[in-house]
């Protein structure tokens, strides 16, 4: 992420021509192209006085028309949006700071942890995706990727189980994509998906069901130990 202060003017230029007058400003660049104008003042909503969303083409101007040597300093940013006739034009009169620092993505790394957690637990009790589950291999390989877990049921029929720690649509079509190229293979032509999560987005289910695919929400704490599984009573 790169942080600029400076005092600046900031102009917008689209759908409509906004200023913001002359002021010491925060200017946030993300590394996704994410690009936002920020006051020191409070405001009710806590949003930038500005912003461009991604993708962005960034252009810098500096004194002198040099090469950006360190000696330099910026006198205008123009931030463009790709394919769209909209910028952001911020006219620099005193540069305070201009830093780069990486910022770590935690909730991707918790994401990424949790799934991980979830196909390990799953790998020891395949049985919680299926009655009758049993685990033939972990990261079944395919070539556009591998399938969590590759299971065979009471029948001796193939089942691929995708894990995710909440299931969306796009979760519905990267399962149907490795189900695709299993069953390329004769001996796994019959081969059926199911899509495993801690919790499963209604969408999901609608186009899981119509692709034949089965959902399967976990209980994480459950899968853990921590506590017992609900019992449901069924009546006659």
């Known amino acids: 992420m790169r942080l600029i202060v400076a005092r600046c003017e900031v102009s917008y230029i689209g759908r409509t021509t906004t ?23 409070g405001s009710p909503n806590v949003r930038p006085l500005n912003w461009m969303t991604p993708p962005t083409v960034l252009e810098e ?16 940013l123009i931030v463009r949006k790709h394919r769209a006739d909209e910028r952001l034009e911020i006219s620099i009169s005193d540069v305070i700071a201009d830093i780069d620092h990486p910022i770590d993505d935690v909730a991707a790394l918790e994401k990424e942890g949790l799934e991980r957690e979830l196909q390990e637990l799953l790998a020891d009790a395949p049985h919680w995706c299926g009655e009758g589950f049993r685990l033939v291999r972990r990261e079944w390989p395919t070539d556009i990727g591998p399938v969590d877990l590759m299971c065979r049921d009471t029948e001796d029929e193939w089942i691929a189980v995708e894990i995710k720690r909440v299931a969306t ?11 695709e190229r299993i069953r390329l293979d004769p001996a796994m032509s019959c ?15 609608v186009l899981a069901a119509s692709r034949g695919i089965d959902c399967v929400e976990v209980d994480v704490e459950v899968l853990r130990g921590d506590r017992e599984p609900e019992l449901t009573l069924f009546a006659a």
């Open 19 to 41: 200023v913001l007058p002359e002021a010491v400003r925060l200017l946030m660049l993300k590394a996704d192209g994410t690009f936002m104008v920020w006051a020191d003042g």
């Open 61 to 76: 101007e500096r004194n002198g028309g040099g090469d950006g040597d360190l000696g330099e300093s910026i006198e205008r």
């Open 169 to 179: 649509m796009e979760s519905v079509e990267q399962l149907t994509r490795y189900l």
């Open 191 to 205: 081969c059926r998906g199911v899509l495993v999560a801690k919790w499963i987005k209604p969408q999901a289910r």
